[in-house]
């Protein structure tokens, strides 16, 4: 909760405004909270005078052709495979239209507010100024309330519903601040509690993988080689929010865990984004640093000679969001920036943070390097996050995709639940609202891996602890929590409608492995997107943090392993002079034999077993694991 001033002040700026009077322009309900907030108590009314800094996003132009644009540059079935779009196209393609920008500036002006206090952003797709409760509930037709945090006590500005006129509705996506409460940080795929110190160190050929996971298992079971080459524009990149790689580790990892043994002096580019920092022995004793060892130990030993890039991403200080995948994308595109000061209050957090100790500088809107491939461990929930605010984020995952980058998120950790923001237990969904609910017993899908332009990936182990016998779906239960059971984590979104990528691979499990419970379970049409779409070992993976081998395990592993290896593909690919690969996930179900099918194990949670996998594409590691040998003949075919 930001301690400062709840992006709310007492307002004397506007003491002289007077408000337009209510004309007979019909609004329509835009957005509304499903359910109560139960973490968050309704107090009082909010005061007229208090000053919101009300921000409208513009729709874009063309999004209704998305997803043909994409896959014209990713269908391997597409003449124009492979022939990505540039960064000022993406913009000129989705850019607002003048009428757009000109009917929402127009009913802002017929309100009451005068054209100076009104500004567009960078890319012109939000328009952003400071009002008055009293002008914000004219222009929404609405009542804000003081709502109070039942935990912290800090307090917010919000209202349970808010219309537009009939007119403009075609024109915005959403307007903030609204009916948001939570700011989410992205919360880690993995448990530190679940790391657990290593009996057997260093490597040891197959005979310890059950044990310990290295990179000798790794090579044995998905057959890649060991990475020869470091094209300049193929550096992996790496994002992490309040974890940090401690440096020191490195060297004893690769002393230990890497053959070819990589020199100690090696280090990732750093790349800090709104305040993010190095860490320290601090940070590190605090446990703030096996996130990241593990997605970086596991990527070099895969990829080196091969450089990677470190995204740290946030101050840590603005302990709402800590920084947001919202944020990450402001860093790489600035078209996207919403305003100075963060994106959507609320949600995502406020530059320069207002917090003691936070980072001062402005909000970054582009000037971060891109990276042909991103790995994420990292996740939020899908029912806690507004449903336009995840679906313009989604929108920004498929412009990277138009532009030749592959984004891998994982899962998630918790089966068919998951966990709710730092601190709370894992949550399932309410049965008729589809709120997150401690008591709720609907399944609870993942943000951003319910968007359909981003690979999603689960976890898995290996069958019978060996690695000539196959593998299995991750089940990793605590006997002591519940709430800490590890399980792969997928299902089906609320939110975003199937893909036509993946329509049979997902109508084949509806039609034969549905697991027939009742209704308000999980979203049974059919005709919702599904994840995860690949899978990867995710169980005592080897990981060195503070001197000592852990072994480690979440999806948090199995990504990086499968980012890893697409930046392998990728290296095969320019050394023949061909480009990035991108969006993957047209050509992964487009083959599916280029992966080792997962048919055993599901992944339990809101008091169910969940999912089953099952032959062919399923709900707990989708295709199945990566075939090197096949992706790279695929991929090398490809133009």
């Not at 412009?399 to 984004?407: E, P």
């Not at 359909?452 to 898995?460: C, F, M, R, S, W």
């Not at 179900?589 to 169910?608: I, K, L, M, Q, R």
């Amino acid at each position: 909760m930001r301690a400062s001033s709840i992006l709310v002040a007492v307002a004397t700026l506007f003491s002289a405004v007077t408000v337009a009077a209510p004309s007979n322009t019909k609004h329509v309900l835009h957005e509304k909270r499903d359910g109560n907030p139960h973490h968050w108590g309704k107090r009082s009314r909010a005061l007229s005078d208090d000053v919101l800094p009300i921000r409208i996003g513009l729709r874009q132009r063309n999004l209704e052709n998305a997803e043909e644009y994409i896959k014209e540059v990713a269908d391997p079935k597409s003449p124009n495979f492979g022939k990505h779009w540039s960064a000022e196209k993406v913009a000129n393609t989705f850019a607002p239209t003048q009428q757009t920008k000109d009917g929402v500036t127009d009913w802002l002006v017929s309100s009451g507010i005068d054209r100076s206090r009104i500004s567009f952003s960078t890319g012109q797709n939000w328009v952003q100024f400071d009002g008055t409760v009293e002008e914000a509930e004219h222009l929404f037709d609405t009542q804000y309330w003081y709502y109070q945090h039942k935990h912290s006590g800090g307090y917010r500005i919000a209202c349970d519903s808010y219309s537009i006129p009939e007119h403009i509705q075609e024109h915005v996506d959403f307007a903030m601040p609204t009916i948001q409460l939570d700011g989410l940080k992205p919360v880690a795929n993995l448990n530190p509690a679940r790391a657990k110190k290593a009996v057997q160190g260093g490597l040891t050929g197959l005979k310890n993988c059950s044990n310990l996971i290295t990179i000798e298992c790794l090579r044995a079971l998905y057959k890649f080689p060991a990475g020869n080459s470091s094209d300049p524009s193929n550096i992996m990149g790496i994002g992490e929010w309040a974890d940090y790689l401690y440096e020191p580790d490195l060297p004893i990892f690769f002393n230990n865990y890497t053959t070819p043994k990589i020199p100690n002096n090696t280090v990732p580019e750093f790349i800090s984004i709104d305040g993010g920092k190095r860490a320290n022995l601090t940070t590190a004793e605090q446990g703030a640093g096996v996130e990241s060892a593990l997605d970086f130990q596991v990527s070099y030993s895969i990829v080196y000679p091969q450089k990677l890039r470190l995204y740290q991403v946030g101050d840590s200080v603005n302990v709402d969001s800590v920084g947001t995948f919202n944020i990450f994308l402001d860093a790489l595109d600035a078209s996207y920036c919403s305003y100075e000061g963060g994106d959507q209050p609320y949600v995502d957090p406020e530059y320069p943070d207002p917090n003691e100790g936070g980072y001062t500088g402005p909000l970054q809107c582009g000037g971060a390097p891109t990276s042909n491939v991103f790995s994420f461990s990292y996740n939020q929930i899908e029912a806690a996050l507004p449903r336009f605010y995840q679906q313009r984020q989604c929108n920004e995952w498929m412009k990277l995709g138009l532009q030749g980058v592959s984004v891998l998120f994982a899962s998630g950790d918790s089966g068919v639940a998951n966990r709710y923001n730092a601190g709370y237990p894992n949550s399932c969904l309410n049965g008729e609202n589809l709120y997150v609910d401690n008591n709720g017993t609907r399944f609870s899908p993942s943000f951003p891996t319910n968007c359909p332009y981003i690979t999603a990936v689960g976890a898995t182990f290996l069958k019978n602890n060996s690695i000539s016998g196959g593998e299995v779906a991750v089940a990793d239960p605590d006997p002591a929590n519940q709430f800490l059971d590890f399980y792969s984590g997928g299902g089906f979104s609320n939110v975003f409608e199937l893909p036509s990528y993946q329509a049979d691979a997902v109508n084949n499990y509806v039609k034969n492995y549905s697991p027939g419970y009742g209704p308000n379970v999980y979203n049974q049409s059919g005709n919702s997107r599904a994840y995860p779409d690949v899978s990867a070992i995710g169980l005592n993976v080897a990981v060195v943090f503070l001197g000592e081998t852990l072994a480690v395990g979440g999806t948090s592993a199995s990504t990086p392993i499968v980012a890893s290896i697409v930046t392998l593909l990728n290296e095969r690919r320019a050394a023949v002079g061909k480009g990035p690969i991108g969006f993957l996930n047209p050509t992964f179900y487009a083959h599916p034999e280029a992966f080792n099918d997962v048919t055993e194990g599901s992944n339990p949670g809101c008091y169910t077993n969940g999912f089953s996998a099952a032959p062919g594409w399923d709900p707990v590691t989708g295709l199945g694991t990566p075939n090197y040998p096949k992706l790279e003949e695929i991929f090398l075919s490809l133009p």
